[in-house]
């Protein structure tokens, strides 16, 4: 057991921290300063014990012993000290001696006291901690890349994970095996969820789950393809995914060079997910997630601070220089999602462009065709679009901003708002903002939750003609638009309360795109 570990500590073996009464007022305010439950962080040890999240194959696997060691590195700006901490713990505690060379902690321009000379005090301590500061703001981005980072880096691997993780047993032989391998396979681990409410640590099943992106130029988990099920010959073998989240990931520091590292005209963050991982596949090399390395995540709902230049001079910035490198023709799809972007200013991508040509990297149709293969394209795959109107009421549907997991409402049609925005596809989805409509109880009064979309019909599988009414495909009941602020599944029986029109409907419709 690890020093000063306490068998019923809070937190300890990953279960979640309870908050007594009298400190629910202070967890609120210090969730507000993090957007996660710093109170509960700091109860739980810097060495708690977690659960074993591997798959039970992958205790039995045999890894090679000259295994490349690696360098990490952690950017952090104004992290909670206890979340700080416990990353860089887990990481000395959970990783083989010979296999870690270094842990490179990167302040990118703390205000808060604490990480200063307390943290410089604290980490002197730690033989293989070292730590660099920012003169000036940088971002994720450019932080993971500044001289003193990246280039100081003294291991033939760099992995790069987020200040609010926690690794777990056997995290890192996975990941390095398959650099090992193949140098130009980048590699992912599974992330579990550390709730940011409780900081429980909660995994599933592993191997099921993929990265994709929507059109817009954000990161989805998606369930994997069943073309890539195939192709995988057991429940432990890497998954071949699109994209990857962007957070945690290790790469062969020669091969990161020679393939661009990050595009440094991107600001703080946002994109460079993506970036990197279509110029991965489109020049040559492999994206995985290994489900014999499993990381926890303090996944936030929303981020603790701004951006510098505002959203769109920051986000949208780097999602167009994703765009007008990587995307070929199909860069039409993501400015008709985002027409606000066009003629909006994106630097100079010559370098870039300059890049893709000396690695002779492959076209973007080449990457839909062969590695993101159930992509669905806007207009050429969807068969219906707008607000889905019940005539009798005139109300529309309505996600009204919900997160998923919750219910699709109602609200009148004369109002305007993106949420009320649905797409019917070709896959017989109705999907709202990348979350589709899902039936799983199909009793009759069942309300439509909003959830992931996966991909696999059964729930989220929906049948629907011009004029006619909105069929769930599995239990062949219709959408009704009940009667209290939510539409519920019923008996199909022709009324009023079952008809719903999209505004628009295409019929053999042709994307006005070159491709």
Not at 256 to 266: H, N, Q, V
Request: aromatic share 10%.
């Amino acid at each position: 057991m690890p020093k000063g570990y306490i068998k019923d500590a809070p937190g300890e073996n990953g279960k979640a921290v309870d908050i007594p009464k009298e400190f629910l007022i202070e967890s609120k305010r210090l969730f507000e300063r993090n957007k996660f439950n710093q109170w509960a962080s700091d109860k739980i040890s810097l060495h708690r014990i977690l659960p074993d999240a591997r798959p039970k194959l992958c205790k039995d696997k045999v890894y090679p012993g000259d295994l490349p060691p690696t360098s990490v590195v952690i950017v952090f700006h104004n992290e909670a000290w206890s979340t700080l901490l416990r990353t860089i713990h887990s990481v000395l505690d959970r990783t083989a001696p010979d296999l870690l060379i270094e842990i490179i902690l990167v302040d990118d321009k703390s205000v808060v006291k604490e990480l200063h000379a307390p943290l410089d005090a604290y980490i002197a301590k730690l033989a293989k901690v070292k730590i660099i500061r920012n003169k000036k703001r940088e971002g994720l981005i450019r932080s993971r890349l500044n001289g003193k980072s990246f280039a100081a880096s003294k291991a033939p691997v760099v992995t790069f994970l987020d200040a609010h993780c926690e690794a777990n047993t056997g995290w890192l032989e996975p990941l390095l095996e398959r650099i090992y391998n193949d140098r130009s396979t980048v590699v992912c681990p599974e992330i579990d969820v550390i709730s940011d409410e409780n900081f429980a640590y909660q995994y599933g099943p592993s191997g099921l789950m993929r990265g994709i992106f929507n059109w817009d130029l954000h990161f989805r988990w998606r369930a994997v393809s069943t073309e890539e099920q195939k192709r995988r010959q057991s429940p432990i073998d890497p998954v071949r995914t699109p994209t990857m989240a962007g957070g945690l990931f290790a790469i062969n520091r020669d091969y990161f060079k020679e393939i661009g590292t990050y595009d440094e005209e991107m600001d703080i963050w946002g994109g460079e997910n993506l970036e990197i991982s279509f110029r991965i596949w489109q020049c040559g090399g492999t994206l995985e997630i290994v489900p014999c390395s499993h990381v926890g995540h303090v996944f936030r709902k929303s981020q603790p601070y701004g951006f510098p230049k505002g959203v769109v001079d920051t986000l949208g910035k780097n999602s167009q220089r994703v765009a007008e490198v990587w995307m070929d023709g199909y860069k039409e799809f993501f400015y008709q999602r985002q027409p606000h972007l066009r003629g909006h200013a994106y630097g100079d991508i010559s370098k870039r462009l300059e890049i893709r040509k000396k690695l002779k990297c492959k076209s973007f149709k080449w990457y839909l065709e062969n590695i993101y293969t159930d992509a669905v394209l806007p207009n050429e795959s969807v068969i219906a679009k707008g607000k889905v109107r019940n005539p009798a009421s005139n109300m529309c549907l309505d996600s009204l901003s919900r997160p998923k997991l919750s219910y699709i409402g109602l609200s009148p049609c004369t109002l305007s708002a993106m949420t009320m925005i649905i797409s019917f596809t070709v896959r017989q989805e109705l999907v709202v903002q990348d979350i589709c409509l899902d039936v799983s109880d199909y009793n009759p009064g069942t309300k439509v939750q909003l959830y992931e979309c996966h991909g696999m019909k059964g729930n989220q599988l929906w049948m629907h003609e011009k004029d006619g009414p909105i069929r769930h495909g599995t239990s062949g009941m219709c959408l009704d638009r009940g009667s209290g602020g939510n539409p519920i599944i019923a008996v199909c029986d022709g009324g009023e309360s079952q008809k719903w029109i999209f505004e628009k409907y295409y019929l053999n419709v042709t994307p006005k795109v070159k491709i």
